[in-house]
Nanobody
C-alpha cells in the first residue's frame, strides 16, 4: 500500500503565501514522479506543478513564477510553495504520485484565498 497525506492548507489573504506538504509512505522507493493538482467547485481537476524523478519541474502559465515544487528524498516529502496567492487559487489541492505504472492520490487539502 502506498499513501499520500497532504498538509499545510488553510485560509490566506490575497498576496499571501502557503506551503503545502505531501508525505509519501508505504512500499515505494524514491523513484517516482510527483505533482500537485487542484480542483475548484464546479471545475475540473487541473495540474498546478509537476516534478519528475529526474528532470526539471514544470508549471502551467497561470502559476508560473508564483508556485514552486520541490522534493526531499530523505523525508519522502513533496512540497508546493505558493506565493502571491490570488482568490482564483482557491481550491482543494491534491498530491499525486506516479510509480510503477500506477497513479496514487492524497485526500486533498483546502486552500482558500480571501480577504
Amino acid at each position: 500500500q502506498i499513501h499520500l497525506v497532504e498538509s499545510g492548507g488553510g485560509v490566506v489573504q490575497p498576496g499571501g503565501s502557503l506551503r503545502l506538504s505531501c508525505t509519501v509512505s508505504g512500499n515505494i522507493s524514491s523513484r517516482y514522479s510527483s505533482a500537485w493538482y487542484r480542483q475548484a467547485p464546479d471545475k475540473q481537476r487541473e495540474l498546478v506543478a509537476a516534478i519528475p524523478f529526474v528532470g526539471n519541474p514544470n508549471f502551467p502559465d497561470d502559476v508560473k513564477g508564483r508556485f514552486t515544487i520541490s522534493r526531499d528524498h530523505a523525508k519522502n516529502t513533496v512540497y508546493l510553495q505558493m506565493n502571491s496567492l490570488k482568490p482564483e487559487d482557491t481550491a482543494l489541492y491534491y498530491c499525486h504520485a506516479f510509480y510503477m505504472g500506477l497513479d496514487y492520490w492524497g485526500q486533498g487539502t483546502q486552500v482558500t484565498v480571501s480577504s
